[in-house]
C-alpha cells in the first residue's frame, strides 16, 4: 500500500497543471499530450468561450508560405521588435518567428478553415507596423476558427484520458515552499466546494481585462491569477505597457472591436474639420498611413479627441468582395450591434484597452521566477516589448504555449515540499484565505462596488497619455480602495472573489509604480512630463512584492 501511495504521489507530481484553456492553454495541453504526459485543464468557462475565440485579424508568419515570398523570419523579428520599442528579448522573438511558417503549415493540415487566395493556399492581409503582408486570417473569425481545430486535437487526448478538464472551476491559490511550486488551491463559484491540486503549474489565463472594464476582451479575463501568483512573489514585468487598439466601439460594460483588418483592407481614419475629412494619419505619416503601429495611432487620435473631433472609420469605398469575403464578420457586427451599415457610412470609433504587453515575468523558454512553475499567451510578459505587433497575440500564444510545455518537461519532477499527499488537511496555507476574511466586516454586495472603483482607477492612472500628477493621484486613491477593501468582506461574492479584490489592488498599485517609475514615453507607455523616448530605459520594468512592500527595477530583456 505505502509503495501504490508513493507512485500516486510520483504520478501527480509529474502532472501538469493548466490554468487557462484558450490557444495557449491547449497548445501547451497537445504538446504535453503528444508526449505522453498527463494534465488537468483548468477553467471558469469552456474552451468554446475563451476569449481567444474573439480574436479577429489574423496569425503572423513570413517565409515562403502562401504567396509570402518577399519575407523573411528575420524581417518579421525586426518589424516584431520595432513596434515593441527594441524592449523584447530578440533571442525570444527570432525563435518564435522562424518557427511561425511551420505552425501556419501545421494548422492547415489540421484542418483549419484559412482564407484561400487563387490557388487554394492560406491568403495574407496587410496589419499594421509591418512592411509585407505575412498575416494569415479566416475571414474575421480567424480566433474561433483556430479554436476550432485545438478544441478537436485535445479532445481525442481527453478520450484516451491523458487531458482531464475541470470546467467550472476559479484558481484561488498558489501552494509553494520557499521559492518552489507544489500546486494550486480550486474553489467552484456555486458549491463554494475547494479542492487541491498538486504538480507543475502553467498559467494561461489571459490578460487583465476586468482591472479595467470596457476593454475589448473578456470580463472573464479579471488578472486574478496574475495578481494572485504576484501576491506570492512571482516576479510581474512591463505593467505599464498597455495597447489601445485604435478602433473600438464603446457598449455597454465592453468595447466593441472594430478588427484592423479593415484598415488592412484600405479602411481609412478621418476626422473632420470645416465639415470636410482629414485623413490626419495618411498627412502625417504618409509611408505606412492607417497601418502605423497601434501605440501611434492611437496617441495621434488622442490628439484629435482632445481638440473635441470625432475620429470616423470608412470603409464604404470597398470593394463588394472585400466585404463578402474578407470582413463579413465586421459588417454583420456593426448592423447587429451599431445599427450602423459600414458599407454606406463610417464607423465613429474611439482607442479601448486591447492588450496587455505586461505580465508575469518569464525567460525565454517560459520559465517563471518560481522553480515548476510556468506561463504563456498574454498572462505572461514576453515577445510584445512596449507595444504588440498586430497579428502576434495568436503567434505567441501558439507558440508559447508549446515552449512553456517543452520546458516543463526538461525540469525536474515537482517536489511537493512539506505537503502529505495522502490528506489534504495538512496543505499548509490553504486555509489562510478564508481565515483572513473571519474578523472584517460583512458588507453584502460591496464586492463588485469596489471592483468598479478600481477598475475607474485604473482606467484614470493608465490612460493613453500619462504624468506623474495623474499616476500619483490614482495611486493615492488606490491606496484608499485598498485600505478600505482590507476591512470589508463580502459574503455574497466567493471566497476566490473577495481575495481577487485584494490582490488585483495590490497588482495595479505595482502597474502604477511602473508606469511611475519609467521617465521616459516608449510604445504604448506615454508621459506628457517626459515625452522622450530614454535609451536609459530601454530595459524590462521588473516589479517585486518583497517582505511587504512593492519593488520596482529595471533590468534587460533576456538577463
Excluded at 515577445?383 to 504555449?401: E, F, I, T, W
Amino acid at each position: 500500500m505505502t509503495e501504490m501511495n508513493d507512485r500516486n504521489n510520483r504520478n501527480q507530481r509529474n502532472r501538469m497543471i493548466i490554468i487557462g484553456a484558450g490557444v495557449a492553454g491547449l497548445s501547451a495541453t497537445l504538446e504535453l499530450a503528444r508526449n505522453g504526459v498527463t494534465s488537468i485543464l483548468v477553467s471558469d468557462m469552456p474552451s468554446e468561450r475563451a476569449q481567444s475565440v474573439m480574436a479577429e485579424g489574423g496569425i503572423n508568419a513570413s517565409g515562403n508560405v502562401g504567396n509570402v515570398k518577399t519575407d523573411s523570419p528575420e524581417l518579421h523579428a525586426e518589424e516584431t521588435m520595432k513596434a515593441g520599442r527594441y524592449l523584447a528579448d530578440y533571442n525570444a522573438v527570432s525563435q518564435m518567428t522562424a518557427t511561425a511558417p511551420e505552425i501556419i503549415k501545421a494548422l492547415f493540415s489540421a484542418g483549419m478553415a484559412f482564407t484561400l487566395n487563387e490557388d487554394g493556399k492560406p491568403d495574407v492581409r496587410a496589419f499594421g507596423g509591418q512592411s509585407v503582408k505575412r498575416t494569415f486570417f479566416a475571414g474575421t473569425n480567424t480566433g474561433k476558427q483556430l479554436m476550432y481545430v485545438l478544441i478537436d486535437q485535445v479532445r481525442r487526448y481527453e478520450a484516451e484520458g491523458l487531458v482531464e478538464r475541470y470546467t467550472g472551476w476559479m484558481f484561488l491559490k498558489l501552494l509553494h515552499d520557499c521559492n518552489q511550486v507544489y500546486g494550486c488551491v480550486l474553489e467552484h463559484p456555486i458549491t463554494r466546494e475547494r479542492k487541491v491540486l498538486y504538480g507543475k503549474i502553467l498559467i494561461a489565463s489571459g490578460g487583465l481585462n476586468g482591472m479595467f472594464g470596457n476593454a475589448t476582451g473578456s470580463v472573464r479575463n479579471t488578472g486574478a491569477v496574475t495578481a494572485n501568483l504576484f501576491a506570492s512573489g512571482v516576479k510581474f514585468a512591463n505593467g505599464e505597457f498597455i495597447q489601445y487598439h485604435p478602433t473600438t466601439v464603446t457598449l455597454h460594460g465592453k468595447n466593441m472591436l472594430i478588427s484592423e483588418a479593415v484598415r488592412g483592407e484600405g479602411g481609412r481614419l478621418y476626422v473632420l474639420e470645416h465639415a470636410k475629412p482629414v485623413y490626419f494619419m495618411e498627412e502625417k505619416y504618409p509611408e505606412l498611413g492607417n497601418l502605423m503601429p497601434r501605440d501611434v495611432i492611437a496617441r495621434e487620435e488622442w490628439l484629435q479627441i482632445e481638440q473635441g473631433k470625432q475620429v470616423y472609420l470608412d470603409m464604404s469605398h470597398l470593394d463588394k468582395e472585400v466585404y463578402e469575403k474578407r470582413l463579413k464578420g465586421v459588417v454583420e457586427d456593426c448592423i447587429h450591434f451599431l445599427d450602423l451599415d459600414p458599407r454606406k457610412e463610417p464607423i465613429p470609433v474611439t482607442p479601448g484597452i486591447h492588450y496587455f504587453m505586461g505580465g508575469i515575468w518569464v525567460d525565454a523558454n517560459h520559465r517563471t521566477s518560481m522553480r515548476n512553475l510556468y506561463a504563456a499567451g498574454e498572462c505572461a510578459c514576453q515577445y510584445h516589448g512596449a507595444n504588440r505587433l498586430g497579428g502576434n497575440s495568436l503567434l505567441g500564444a501558439l507558440y508559447g504555449g508549446s515552449i512553456s510545455a517543452k520546458s516543463a518537461m526538461e525540469d525536474n519532477e515537482c517536489n511537493d515540499g512539506q505537503a502529505n499527499l495522502a490528506d489534504d488537511a495538512n496543505v499548509p496555507n490553504i486555509h489562510s484565505v478564508k481565515d483572513s476574511f473571519k474578523d472584517k466586516e460583512q458588507i453584502a454586495g460591496s464586492y463588485m462596488e469596489n471592483w468598479k472603483h478600481l477598475q475607474n482607477i485604473m482606467k484614470t492612472g493608465l490612460g493613453i497619455i500619462r504624468s506623474e500628477k495623474t499616476i500619483q493621484s490614482a495611486l493615492s486613491e488606490l491606496n484608499n480602495l485598498s485600505e478600505k477593501i482590507g476591512q470589508e468582506y463580502d459574503p455574497t461574492a466567493t471566497e476566490a472573489e473577495n481575495q481577487a479584490l485584494v490582490d488585483c489592488c495590490l497588482l495595479g498599485k505595482a502597474m502604477m509604480l511602473c508606469a511611475l517609475e519609467r521617465k521616459e514615453s516608449r510604445g504604448a507607455h506615454n508621459r506628457s512630463d517626459y515625452p522622450l523616448e530614454s535609451e536609459e530605459y530601454q530595459k524590462q520594468t521588473i516589479a517585486e512584492w518583497i517582505d511587504g512592500k512593492i519593488s520596482i527595477h529595471f533590468q534587460k530583456a533576456g538577463e
